[in-house]
DNA sequence: GTCTATACGAAGATAGAC
DNA sequence: GTCTATCTTCGTATAGAC
Protein backbone atom coordinates (compact mmCIF):
# COMPACT_ATOMS: atom_id res chain seq x y z
CA UNK A 1 0.00 0.00 0.00
CA UNK A 2 1.66 2.96 -1.40
CA UNK A 3 0.01 5.13 1.21
CA UNK A 4 1.50 3.70 4.59
CA UNK A 5 5.11 4.73 3.42
CA UNK A 6 3.75 7.86 2.14
CA UNK A 7 3.45 9.37 5.77
CA UNK A 8 7.30 7.74 6.35
CA UNK A 9 8.30 9.82 3.70
CA UNK A 10 6.06 13.28 4.64
CA UNK A 11 7.81 12.95 8.14
CA UNK A 12 11.34 13.20 5.95
CA UNK A 13 10.77 15.98 4.12
CA UNK A 14 9.05 18.21 7.33
CA UNK A 15 12.14 16.87 8.99
CA UNK A 16 14.86 18.25 6.43
CA UNK A 17 12.69 21.26 6.03
CA UNK A 18 12.81 21.74 10.18
CA UNK A 19 16.55 21.08 10.33
CA UNK A 20 17.18 23.84 8.02
CA UNK A 21 15.18 26.21 9.63
CA UNK A 22 15.86 25.44 12.67
CA UNK A 23 18.59 23.05 13.42
CA UNK A 24 18.58 19.69 15.15
CA UNK A 25 16.63 20.76 18.41
CA UNK A 26 14.17 21.81 16.07
CA UNK A 27 13.01 18.73 14.98
CA UNK A 28 10.91 17.65 17.35
CA UNK A 29 8.12 14.76 17.40
CA UNK A 30 5.30 17.35 18.14
CA UNK A 31 6.64 19.56 14.88
CA UNK A 32 7.33 16.51 12.68
CA UNK A 33 3.82 15.99 13.15
CA UNK A 34 1.96 19.05 13.23
CA UNK A 35 3.73 20.23 9.72
CA UNK A 36 3.80 16.77 7.81
CA UNK A 37 0.40 16.23 9.31
CA UNK A 38 1.42 12.39 9.72
CA UNK A 39 -0.67 10.47 12.14
CA UNK A 40 0.23 10.54 15.48
CA UNK A 41 0.23 6.94 16.34
CA UNK A 42 2.19 5.75 13.81
CA UNK A 43 5.67 7.98 14.85
CA UNK A 44 7.28 5.11 16.68
CA UNK A 45 5.62 2.52 14.05
CA UNK A 46 7.93 4.00 10.95
CA UNK A 47 11.08 5.45 13.45
CA UNK A 48 11.45 2.67 16.27
CA UNK A 49 14.45 4.47 16.94
CA UNK A 50 12.64 7.76 17.84
CA UNK A 51 13.71 11.05 17.60
CA UNK A 52 17.04 10.51 17.11
CA UNK A 53 16.50 8.14 13.96
CA UNK A 54 14.16 10.41 12.06
CA UNK A 55 16.75 13.47 12.89
CA UNK A 56 19.31 11.45 10.97
CA UNK A 57 17.33 9.76 8.20
CA UNK A 58 16.23 13.32 7.83
CA UNK A 59 19.97 13.96 7.43
CA UNK A 60 20.95 11.52 5.40
CA UNK A 61 17.98 11.81 2.61
CA UNK A 62 18.74 15.89 2.74
CA UNK A 63 22.47 15.29 2.34
CA UNK A 64 21.95 12.58 -0.85
CA UNK A 65 19.82 15.07 -2.76
CA UNK A 66 22.64 17.43 -2.80
CA UNK A 67 24.70 14.55 -3.54
CA UNK A 68 22.94 13.99 -6.38
CA UNK A 69 22.36 17.43 -7.84
CA UNK A 70 26.42 17.52 -7.72
CA UNK A 71 26.78 14.29 -9.62
CA UNK A 72 24.43 15.50 -12.50
CA UNK A 73 27.53 18.35 -12.91
CA UNK A 74 29.72 16.15 -14.00
CA UNK A 75 29.53 17.00 -17.82
CA UNK A 76 29.83 20.84 -17.61
CA UNK A 77 32.64 23.09 -17.32
CA UNK A 78 33.90 24.23 -13.84
CA UNK A 79 32.09 27.69 -13.90
CA UNK A 80 28.66 26.64 -15.24
CA UNK A 81 29.23 23.77 -11.95
CA UNK A 82 30.20 26.73 -9.91
CA UNK A 83 27.05 28.61 -10.69
CA UNK A 84 24.82 25.79 -10.69
CA UNK A 85 25.47 24.95 -7.17
CA UNK A 86 25.44 27.99 -6.13
CA UNK A 87 21.75 28.79 -7.60
CA UNK A 88 20.57 26.18 -6.15
CA UNK A 89 21.24 27.89 -2.44
CA UNK A 90 20.09 30.80 -3.59
CA UNK A 91 17.15 28.96 -3.94
CA UNK A 92 16.44 27.32 -0.81
CA UNK A 93 17.77 30.81 0.60
CA UNK A 94 15.01 33.16 -1.24
CA UNK A 95 12.17 30.48 -1.17
CA UNK A 96 12.01 30.19 2.53
CA UNK A 97 12.96 33.68 3.03
CA UNK A 98 16.61 33.10 4.61
CA UNK A 99 15.08 31.50 6.94
CA UNK A 100 16.50 27.77 6.01
CA UNK A 101 20.18 26.85 5.74
CA UNK A 102 22.15 23.90 5.43
CA UNK A 103 20.91 20.79 6.76
CA UNK A 104 24.29 19.31 7.24
CA UNK A 105 26.01 22.34 8.88
CA UNK A 106 22.99 22.34 11.05
CA UNK A 107 24.37 18.67 12.26
CA UNK A 108 27.93 20.18 13.19
CA UNK A 109 26.58 23.32 14.92
CA UNK A 110 24.53 21.54 17.29
CA UNK A 111 26.47 18.68 18.97
CA UNK A 112 24.16 16.51 21.26
CA UNK A 113 25.34 13.35 22.66
CA UNK A 114 22.06 11.28 21.98
CA UNK A 115 22.59 11.72 18.21
CA UNK A 116 26.48 10.62 17.85
CA UNK A 117 27.20 9.64 14.41
CA UNK A 118 25.73 12.53 13.08
CA UNK A 119 29.13 14.71 12.78
CA UNK A 120 30.62 11.88 11.22
CA UNK A 121 27.59 11.93 8.64
CA UNK A 122 28.73 15.63 7.85
CA UNK A 123 32.02 14.77 7.72
CA UNK A 124 31.61 12.29 5.25
CA UNK A 125 28.89 14.30 3.23
CA UNK A 126 30.90 17.07 2.64
CA UNK A 127 33.91 14.41 1.67
CA UNK A 128 31.56 13.23 -1.33
CA UNK A 129 30.58 16.46 -2.18
CA UNK A 130 34.43 17.67 -2.61
CA UNK A 131 35.35 14.71 -4.76
CA UNK A 132 32.52 14.97 -6.88
CA UNK A 133 33.07 18.37 -7.73
CA UNK A 134 36.57 17.92 -7.94
CA UNK A 135 35.87 15.66 -10.52
CA UNK A 136 33.94 18.41 -12.16
CA UNK A 137 36.46 20.81 -11.96
CA UNK A 138 39.88 18.28 -13.15
CA UNK A 139 40.69 19.34 -16.57
CA UNK A 140 43.74 19.36 -18.43
CA UNK A 141 44.58 23.13 -16.82
CA UNK A 142 44.66 21.72 -13.39
CA UNK A 143 46.27 18.18 -11.75
CA UNK A 144 43.48 15.88 -9.54
CA UNK A 145 45.02 17.58 -6.36
CA UNK A 146 44.72 21.19 -7.53
CA UNK A 147 40.72 20.51 -8.52
CA UNK A 148 39.84 18.58 -5.27
CA UNK A 149 41.87 21.88 -3.15
CA UNK A 150 39.37 23.73 -5.48
CA UNK A 151 36.46 22.25 -4.84
CA UNK A 152 36.92 21.80 -0.87
CA UNK A 153 37.43 26.11 -1.02
CA UNK A 154 34.23 25.91 -2.98
CA UNK A 155 32.13 23.92 -0.56
CA UNK A 156 33.50 25.65 2.16
CA UNK A 157 32.62 28.98 0.95
CA UNK A 158 29.64 28.30 -0.10
CA UNK A 159 28.59 26.70 3.38
CA UNK A 160 30.03 30.29 5.29
CA UNK A 161 28.39 32.34 2.56
CA UNK A 162 24.73 30.56 3.11
CA UNK A 163 25.84 31.23 6.51
CA UNK A 164 26.20 35.35 6.15
CA UNK A 165 22.89 35.14 3.94
CA UNK A 166 20.97 33.77 6.67
CA UNK A 167 22.16 36.45 8.97
CA UNK A 168 22.01 39.12 7.03
CA UNK A 169 18.77 38.24 4.98
CA UNK A 170 20.15 38.93 1.63
CA UNK A 171 21.94 36.80 -0.82
CA UNK A 172 24.42 38.98 -1.17
CA UNK A 173 27.49 36.73 0.48
CA UNK A 174 26.46 34.50 -1.92
CA UNK A 175 26.81 36.83 -5.63
CA UNK A 176 29.76 38.20 -3.85
CA UNK A 177 31.49 34.88 -3.05
CA UNK A 178 30.90 33.26 -6.11
CA UNK A 179 32.38 36.24 -7.93
CA UNK A 180 35.81 35.63 -6.49
CA UNK A 181 35.74 32.17 -6.32
CA UNK A 182 35.05 32.25 -10.59
CA UNK A 183 38.39 33.91 -9.90
CA UNK A 184 40.09 31.24 -8.67
CA UNK A 185 38.76 28.73 -11.73
CA UNK B 1 34.14 43.48 46.05
CA UNK B 2 35.47 41.90 42.93
CA UNK B 3 34.13 38.33 43.91
CA UNK B 4 30.63 39.35 43.20
CA UNK B 5 31.40 39.94 39.07
CA UNK B 6 33.18 37.09 39.10
CA UNK B 7 30.20 34.57 39.16
CA UNK B 8 29.24 36.65 36.67
CA UNK B 9 31.52 36.60 34.16
CA UNK B 10 32.70 33.14 35.10
CA UNK B 11 29.08 32.08 33.76
CA UNK B 12 29.58 34.44 30.90
CA UNK B 13 32.64 32.37 29.97
CA UNK B 14 31.16 29.14 30.32
CA UNK B 15 27.80 30.08 28.33
CA UNK B 16 30.39 31.02 25.44
CA UNK B 17 32.50 27.42 25.35
CA UNK B 18 28.67 25.97 25.41
CA UNK B 19 27.91 28.29 22.52
CA UNK B 20 30.88 27.01 20.55
CA UNK B 21 30.54 22.95 21.41
CA UNK B 22 26.99 22.37 21.85
CA UNK B 23 25.23 25.77 20.08
CA UNK B 24 22.32 28.09 21.56
CA UNK B 25 19.96 24.99 22.84
CA UNK B 26 23.42 23.63 24.78
CA UNK B 27 23.65 26.58 26.63
CA UNK B 28 21.22 25.49 29.64
CA UNK B 29 21.08 26.60 33.35
CA UNK B 30 22.17 24.02 34.95
CA UNK B 31 25.23 23.27 32.31
CA UNK B 32 26.55 26.65 33.06
CA UNK B 33 26.69 25.92 36.39
CA UNK B 34 28.51 22.74 36.80
CA UNK B 35 30.54 24.35 34.04
CA UNK B 36 31.10 28.10 35.80
CA UNK B 37 30.54 26.32 39.56
CA UNK B 38 28.87 29.36 40.25
CA UNK B 39 25.99 29.47 43.04
CA UNK B 40 22.84 27.92 42.09
CA UNK B 41 20.77 31.01 43.58
CA UNK B 42 22.87 33.74 41.63
CA UNK B 43 21.75 32.85 38.30
CA UNK B 44 18.64 35.40 38.25
CA UNK B 45 20.50 37.39 40.40
CA UNK B 46 23.15 38.15 37.87
CA UNK B 47 20.44 37.41 34.78
CA UNK B 48 16.80 38.46 35.28
CA UNK B 49 16.14 38.16 32.20
CA UNK B 50 16.94 34.95 32.64
CA UNK B 51 18.61 31.98 29.91
CA UNK B 52 17.85 34.32 26.89
CA UNK B 53 20.21 36.91 28.47
CA UNK B 54 22.40 34.97 29.12
CA UNK B 55 23.04 33.05 25.64
CA UNK B 56 22.39 36.67 24.24
CA UNK B 57 25.58 38.43 26.26
CA UNK B 58 27.47 35.66 25.64
CA UNK B 59 27.11 35.77 22.12
CA UNK B 60 27.57 39.08 22.13
CA UNK B 61 30.86 38.67 24.50
CA UNK B 62 32.18 36.39 22.52
CA UNK B 63 31.70 38.26 18.90
CA UNK B 64 33.14 41.05 20.29
CA UNK B 65 36.58 39.28 21.43
CA UNK B 66 36.92 38.42 17.58
CA UNK B 67 36.21 41.56 16.61
CA UNK B 68 38.99 43.46 19.08
CA UNK B 69 41.11 40.45 17.36
CA UNK B 70 40.57 41.54 13.83
CA UNK B 71 41.09 45.14 14.33
CA UNK B 72 44.34 44.39 16.31
CA UNK B 73 45.37 43.86 12.43
CA UNK B 74 44.91 47.24 10.98
CA UNK B 75 48.59 47.78 10.78
CA UNK B 76 49.74 44.71 9.10
CA UNK B 77 50.13 43.65 5.50
CA UNK B 78 46.63 41.34 4.27
CA UNK B 79 48.63 37.92 3.96
CA UNK B 80 49.73 38.26 7.58
CA UNK B 81 46.16 39.56 8.51
CA UNK B 82 44.52 36.39 6.81
CA UNK B 83 46.90 33.76 8.31
CA UNK B 84 46.22 35.35 11.96
CA UNK B 85 42.48 35.19 11.49
CA UNK B 86 43.12 31.59 10.17
CA UNK B 87 45.32 30.68 13.31
CA UNK B 88 42.92 31.71 15.53
CA UNK B 89 40.45 29.70 14.79
CA UNK B 90 42.85 26.54 14.42
CA UNK B 91 43.64 27.46 17.82
CA UNK B 92 40.01 27.20 18.84
CA UNK B 93 39.49 23.74 16.91
CA UNK B 94 42.83 22.03 18.37
CA UNK B 95 42.45 23.13 21.94
CA UNK B 96 38.89 21.99 21.79
CA UNK B 97 40.10 18.51 19.96
CA UNK B 98 37.43 19.98 17.01
CA UNK B 99 33.81 20.46 19.44
CA UNK B 100 34.31 23.90 19.28
CA UNK B 101 33.08 26.48 16.42
CA UNK B 102 32.14 29.60 15.99
CA UNK B 103 29.76 31.08 18.47
CA UNK B 104 27.80 33.38 15.81
CA UNK B 105 27.57 30.34 13.14
CA UNK B 106 25.65 29.03 16.17
CA UNK B 107 22.97 31.54 16.35
CA UNK B 108 22.24 30.98 12.94
CA UNK B 109 21.96 27.67 12.31
CA UNK B 110 19.62 27.24 15.16
CA UNK B 111 16.40 29.70 15.43
CA UNK B 112 13.84 29.83 18.13
CA UNK B 113 11.14 32.00 18.72
CA UNK B 114 12.33 32.81 22.17
CA UNK B 115 15.72 34.21 21.27
CA UNK B 116 14.57 36.52 18.43
CA UNK B 117 17.84 39.05 18.16
CA UNK B 118 20.28 36.51 17.50
CA UNK B 119 20.21 36.15 14.05
CA UNK B 120 20.26 40.41 13.46
CA UNK B 121 23.27 40.50 16.20
CA UNK B 122 25.00 37.72 13.79
CA UNK B 123 24.34 39.72 10.76
CA UNK B 124 26.20 42.58 12.62
CA UNK B 125 28.99 41.12 13.76
CA UNK B 126 29.54 39.33 10.21
CA UNK B 127 29.27 42.90 8.94
CA UNK B 128 31.33 44.38 11.57
CA UNK B 129 34.60 41.80 10.76
CA UNK B 130 33.74 42.18 7.04
CA UNK B 131 34.35 45.75 7.35
CA UNK B 132 37.25 45.60 9.78
CA UNK B 133 39.22 43.17 7.47
CA UNK B 134 38.40 45.73 4.39
CA UNK B 135 40.03 47.99 5.81
CA UNK B 136 43.29 46.14 6.42
CA UNK B 137 43.21 44.57 2.83
CA UNK B 138 42.64 48.22 1.75
CA UNK B 139 45.76 49.52 0.04
CA UNK B 140 47.24 50.96 -3.44
CA UNK B 141 46.58 47.55 -5.47
CA UNK B 142 42.31 47.77 -4.49
CA UNK B 143 39.33 50.03 -3.98
CA UNK B 144 37.90 49.67 -1.08
CA UNK B 145 34.98 48.02 -2.74
CA UNK B 146 37.33 45.00 -3.59
CA UNK B 147 38.46 45.49 -0.52
CA UNK B 148 35.20 44.44 0.78
CA UNK B 149 34.67 41.78 -1.76
CA UNK B 150 37.82 40.22 -0.41
CA UNK B 151 37.13 40.36 3.25
CA UNK B 152 33.28 38.95 2.78
CA UNK B 153 34.95 36.22 1.20
CA UNK B 154 37.44 35.42 3.56
CA UNK B 155 34.88 35.39 6.41
CA UNK B 156 32.68 33.35 4.58
CA UNK B 157 35.52 30.80 3.13
CA UNK B 158 36.74 30.86 7.12
CA UNK B 159 33.21 29.84 8.31
CA UNK B 160 32.57 27.26 6.10
CA UNK B 161 35.76 25.88 6.57
CA UNK B 162 35.41 25.59 10.21
CA UNK B 163 32.74 24.24 9.95
CA UNK B 164 33.88 21.43 7.48
CA UNK B 165 37.17 20.80 10.47
CA UNK B 166 34.68 20.36 13.24
CA UNK B 167 32.87 17.27 10.75
CA UNK B 168 35.68 15.79 9.39
CA UNK B 169 37.93 16.48 13.27
CA UNK B 170 41.18 18.01 10.71
CA UNK B 171 42.39 21.82 10.63
CA UNK B 172 42.96 20.57 7.02
CA UNK B 173 39.90 22.16 5.42
CA UNK B 174 41.33 25.74 6.81
CA UNK B 175 44.37 24.71 5.38
CA UNK B 176 43.46 24.43 2.26
CA UNK B 177 41.18 27.21 2.22
CA UNK B 178 43.29 29.37 3.57
CA UNK B 179 46.15 28.49 0.83
CA UNK B 180 43.55 28.99 -1.99
CA UNK B 181 42.81 32.57 -0.21
CA UNK B 182 46.22 33.90 -0.22
CA UNK B 183 46.05 33.43 -4.24
CA UNK B 184 43.14 35.61 -4.36
CA UNK B 185 45.11 38.74 -2.47
C1' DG C 1 23.79 36.96 47.55
C1' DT C 2 23.10 32.46 47.93
C1' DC C 3 20.64 28.38 49.61
C1' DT C 4 16.95 24.47 48.94
C1' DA C 5 12.71 23.08 47.35
C1' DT C 6 9.30 23.17 44.16
C1' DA C 7 6.05 24.60 40.52
C1' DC C 8 5.48 24.53 35.69
C1' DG C 9 5.83 23.34 30.96
C1' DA C 10 7.78 20.96 26.98
C1' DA C 11 9.15 16.94 24.83
C1' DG C 12 10.25 11.94 24.24
C1' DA C 13 8.54 7.63 24.79
C1' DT C 14 5.32 3.76 26.06
C1' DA C 15 0.88 1.16 26.91
C1' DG C 16 -3.18 -0.66 25.67
C1' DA C 17 -7.61 -0.06 23.02
C1' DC C 18 -9.43 -0.24 18.41
C1' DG D 1 -1.57 1.28 11.64
C1' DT D 2 -3.45 4.48 14.25
C1' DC D 3 -5.83 6.22 18.39
C1' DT D 4 -5.74 8.28 23.23
C1' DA D 5 -3.96 8.46 27.47
C1' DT D 6 -0.07 8.45 30.54
C1' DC D 7 4.73 8.19 32.41
C1' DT D 8 9.09 10.18 32.71
C1' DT D 9 12.73 13.26 32.14
C1' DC D 10 14.56 17.61 31.72
C1' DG D 11 14.95 22.45 31.88
C1' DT D 12 13.23 27.08 33.19
C1' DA D 13 11.78 29.79 36.62
C1' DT D 14 10.07 31.17 41.27
C1' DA D 15 9.42 31.13 46.43
C1' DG D 16 10.90 31.68 50.70
C1' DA D 17 14.55 30.71 54.25
C1' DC D 18 19.12 32.15 55.67
Known sequence: MARTTDARSRMISSAIDLLRERGVNGV???AVLASS???RGSVYHHFPGGRSQLVLEAAESSAELMTTMIRSYA???ATTALQDFVALWKDVLVRSDFRAGCPVAALVNETSTDLSGSVDLAGQTFSTWV???ATTFADD???RAEAED???TVVATVEGA???CRAQRSVRPLDVA???LTGLL
Do not use: N, W
Open 28 to 30: TVD
Open 37 to 39: GAP
Open 75 to 77: DVD
Open 131 to 133: ELL
Open 141 to 143: RRT
Open 150 to 152: LAL
Open 162 to 164: ITM
Open 178 to 180: VAQ
